[in-house]
């Protein structure tokens, strides 16, 4: 799996848009960028993923440069409750079943 | 999206003894799970693969004997903690891959276990 860098930690206001940045320069054609989030003490939760256009659900939007080695992940309007570490994974998709590699991830910290 | 729900949330063992964690998927059959580990303040780390009806394949590292996996029906797989020691004590996670359309690109995680052992 292609290898990701992520800032530590970055601080939003809430009601702002908290842009998280994610680089994967080594990502192969066939691997997908996938987020998620891991609220204290809680399991993971899954975002969004993509593999080279642009994607937009509920929760965010993911943004991904047309050379595909970097990504951008966008809560609209965070809240405080958005406050988690947050994972950018890249991964090739096996439909027998895959696991996926963590980093460290991006400390995100939304104030008041 | 798909539910996997794990049980017990938080356990505290004494040295020596056993513990099971329990990983079930509510809604959807699981014929792979994954258990991950995490250490305070650290990522997770995958432990093992957990496939329905064969042996687990474990990480390099992880002792098979000691965390023992059973996978027996497509919706638990269990994670025994056996012999557990302080230095067991982790958070302690499992996921599951849903096959239906629309899901099998995600892994869906249960809401974790914090093992303290004495």
């Known amino acids: 799996d292609a290898k990701t860098t992520q800032p530590p930690s970055m601080d939003c206001a809430e009601g702002r848009a908290a842009n998280l940045p994610c680089n994967h320069s080594?990502?192969?054609?066939?691997?997908?960028v996938y987020w998620y989030r891991q609220i204290h003490s809680q399991g993971p939760q899954y975002i969004i993923h993509?593999?080279?256009n642009n994607e937009t659900n509920e929760m965010a939007s993911l943004i991904i440069t047309e050379d595909r080695k970097s990504s951008t992940l966008i809560l609209p309007h965070a809240t405080l409750r958005d406050t988690a570490v947050y994972y950018c994974?890249?991964?090739?998709?096996?439909?027998?079943?895959?696991?996926?590699?963590f980093g460290k991830g991006t400390s995100l910290l939304v104030t008041p | 999206g798909a539910v996997v729900s794990q049980h017990p949330s938080w356990v505290i063992c004494k040295s020596g003894t056993s513990v099971k964690i329990e990983c079930r998927s509510l809604?959807?059959?699981?014929?792979?799970m994954f258990w991950y580990r995490q250490f305070p303040k650290q990522s997770l780390m995958l432990m093992a693969t957990s496939n329905e009806g064969s042996k687990a394949t474990y990480e390099q590292g992880v002792e098979k004997d000691k965390f023992l996996i059973n996978h027996a029906s497509l919706t638990l797989s269990t994670l025994t903690v056996t012999s557990a020691h302080p230095e067991d004590s982790s958070f302690y996670i499992c996921?599951?891959?849903?096959?239906?359309?629309?899901?099998?690109?995600?892994?869906?995680f249960g809401s974790g276990t914090q093992l303290s052992v004495l």
């Open positions: 993509g593999l080279k």
């Open positions: 994974i890249v991964r090739a998709i096996s439909n027998s079943g895959y696991a996926l590699n």
């Open positions: 080594t990502i192969s054609g066939n691997e997908y």
């Open positions: 996921s599951a891959s849903d096959r239906r359309q629309g899901n099998f690109e995600k892994l869906f």
């Open positions: 809604d959807f059959q699981a014929t792979t």
